[in-house]
């Protein structure tokens, strides 16, 4: 058997992050104010640092990455980019399988990837305390975490479907100090509106934005930190594609096919935009986002512009939507909840430049006990998105005989998940059809722009 493990020193920690927009033929679509024109950086100073403004709008395509974030990042960078031979060899296939190990990060998945950064350039800023939301309780987790790392307070307003679905998750979360609510909650005035009408409701992606921005809003001292979508989380999470290049390097080999669950986006672009420059370079290479296919934003949804939160708090952003106030069933990968998608991910799709396919729920976990079972770690459900097309197309690759190379991010593990894993096994997990109808009634209510 060939090296299973391929290793970087923590020197080769990148000291830049890429920036997509440098190599995309067409420079990214503005976002609007509620006036249907385009948003200056100061329609943003309420809830973000200028530093990660400048981000948001930057078309360099290397970044620097500050000496501080880079000796947090060494707590569990640089990842291992391993070869999956077991799974590999319980497939009877001739493609070579790799993934990138994201799980080793303290709060278990890539989310800490850029909640250190954010934490960091919100404390350089004066700021005391984050408001976010959380869906599966990933992101959350790893902001607790790096409001802990950066002395910041940090209150979550976490999906009431997850909240109650991973009570440790909220466990987790208050052992680095965060405050967690069940959104939609009693703190805002979004959340009472919300539970004034429907007081079972389950909450949504969309919803705990909502309750998160109106209360950095409305505070000096707090900002918002979004866990996805914008162009500086996604530009934060490139880190896992350098270092993965790096390692192919070392592995002397290259991936055809590079797979990653997409919910916000910022997964996929992480580990798939440094691929991407090589792609904007001449090398053939597919990079394909798997989504879940009742909340199937890329393949889909409408290109169009549209709020990234319920209550219309956000600017407007041209993005993939199913339409901000769509409720997506209540499926186990919580963090691939989400009506909208990254505006550079959806361009991108848009132009024809990526792929995206979408996937139903007893594939999913199927695929990850496979995994699980050839390769020891339990996978998060969003990422057993990624693993169930990999596997598919490492099916094809045993029916043509093809020696594809395919990769996928192994975005976070399942630790946390285990009633989900439960649920599958006692044959309680369904396949919801895609819910057309409530998708329609959605995309009815998008804002009319221009
Ligand atoms: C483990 C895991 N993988 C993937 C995703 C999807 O990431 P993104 O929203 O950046 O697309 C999430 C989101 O919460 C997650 O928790």
Not at 40 to 69: C, D, H, K, N, Y
Not at 91 to 116: F, Q
Request: net charge negative.
């Amino acid at each position: 058997m060939s090296q299973t493990k391929f290793l970087l020193d923590e020197s080769e920690i990148p000291t830049h992050w890429y920036n997509v927009v440098a190599d995309m033929p067409n420079p990214p679509t503005p976002p609007l104010g509620p006036d249907g024109k385009p948003i200056g950086p100061e329609a943003l100073t309420a809830i973000f640092p200028m530093s990660l403004i400048e981000q948001e709008v930057s078309a360099e395509r290397w970044i620097a990455i500050p000496e501080p974030v880079r000796e947090a990042l060494n707590m569990y960078r640089p990842s291992p980019l391993i070869r999956a031979h077991r799974l590999e060899a319980a497939l009877g296939t001739p493609a070579r399988i790799y993934y990138k190990n994201e799980s080793v990060s303290p709060a278990g998945s890539h989310k800490v990837n850029t909640a250190i950064p954010q934490a960091y350039y919100n404390q350089q800023a004066g700021i005391k305390r984050i408001a976010t939301e959380t869906g599966a309780g990933q992101w959350g987790s790893a902001m607790s975490f790096a409001g802990q790392v950066f002395g910041l307070e940090v209150r979550i307003f976490m999906v009431r479907v997850s909240y109650d679905q991973k009570p440790f998750r909220r466990s987790m979360m208050e052992t680095w100090g965060g405050q967690v609510f069940a959104s939609p909650s009693m703190e805002t005035q979004t959340g009472r509106d919300v539970l004034a009408k429907d007081p079972n409701n389950q909450g949504s992606l969309g919803m705990a934005i909502s309750e998160a921005v109106e209360e950095a809003a409305s505070r000096q001292d707090t900002n918002y930190a979004l866990g996805s979508v914008l162009n500086h989380v996604l530009l934060h999470q490139t880190i896992i594609g350098l270092e993965a290049k790096k390692q192919f390097a070392k592995a002397g080999d290259y991936p055809d096919m590079v797979f990653a669950p997409c919910g916000g986006g910022s997964n996929f672009g992480g580990v798939a935009f440094p691929f991407f420059a090589d792609k904007a370079a001449g090398k053939k290479i597919r990079l394909v986002a798997v989504e879940p296919t009742s909340c199937p934003t890329l393949t889909k949804g409408t290109y169009a512009y549209d709020f990234g939160d319920t209550a219309g708090f956000t600017p407007l952003m041209k993005m993939y939507t199913l339409g901000h106030d769509f409720m997506p069933p209540g499926i186990h990968a919580g963090g691939l909840r989400y009506h909208g998608d990254s505006p550079l991910v959806s361009q991108l799709y848009h132009e024809g430049l990526i792929e995206a396919v979408a996937v139903p729920q007893l594939a999913t976990f199927e695929a990850g006990v496979t995994f699980a079972r050839a390769e020891g770690i339990i996978p998060a459900p969003e990422s057993n998105h990624a693993i169930r097309a990999c596997i598919d197309e490492a099916l094809c690759c045993k029916q043509t005989g093809e020696k594809k190379t395919l990769f996928f991010n192994l975005s976070g593990h399942g630790h946390f998940d285990m009633a989900s894993y439960d649920r599958y096994f006692a044959g309680q997990l369904e396949d919801f059809n895609y819910p057309e109808e409530a998708i329609h009634a959605s995309l009815a209510n998008l804002p009319k722009v221009g």
